[in-house]
């Protein structure tokens, strides 16, 4: 009793081996042929943007300036409304600062075409180029030329606080009308342009286009 029980104990184990090799076997043929069968545009666009991302992640712009910044006012508190004699107070510095200009490489977009085996063209969407908010200002460069606090009115904390973000706003002002945000869309094509070709070679057809808020 105990030999037969031992042969079909035998038995059940190698039929267990048996559907587990069939199983691997199965398994192994499924992922050889999901892998032949794969898309490989995927495939080619996660490679793009993998090779563009970092590229496209330094081409920034900084643009550095030096601002005057004034300030005058007079002590007009009163009931009359009038400027009170030895009350007018005055202010004159000038302060360094950086306005980068980046693109938000995340959010681009990428689709390649091939013709058979070979990438023929990619298309690439991107972002365009964006000020970075808020501007930087180096306190430490502040130079003061001229300050004088008038009688029961001086130069506050408020004053200066105002007078630096008076200087942020113009100075993105400045980088609107200057034409910086189309040279940075410009100068990103031009650099991303260059690593495709590099890579996949001249004759790839790169088509731009922008995401347009």
Known sequence: MALKLTKTMKNVGLGALAVIVLLLVSATVWNVSAWMNRDTSV??????REEILPVAKLATYEYNFTQIIHHASTNNDN????DLPFSDNKFIATIEGVATIAVDAEQMEIDPVFEGDKLAKVGIK?????????????????????????????????????????TQEEQAAKVQESGLLEQSDERLQELIAHQVHSIYGDDVQIDFSFIEA
């Open 126 to 166: 991107l972002p365009h180029s964006q000020l970075q908010q808020p501007i930087a200002l180096d306190n430490g460069s502040l130079q003061v030329y001229e300050q004088r606090d008038g009688f029961f009115n001086p130069v506050t904390l408020d004053d200066y606080n105002g007078l630096l973000e008076l």
């Open 79 to 82: 009931w009359f409304k009038i």
């Open 43 to 48: 495939d080619t666009s996660r490679s793009i």
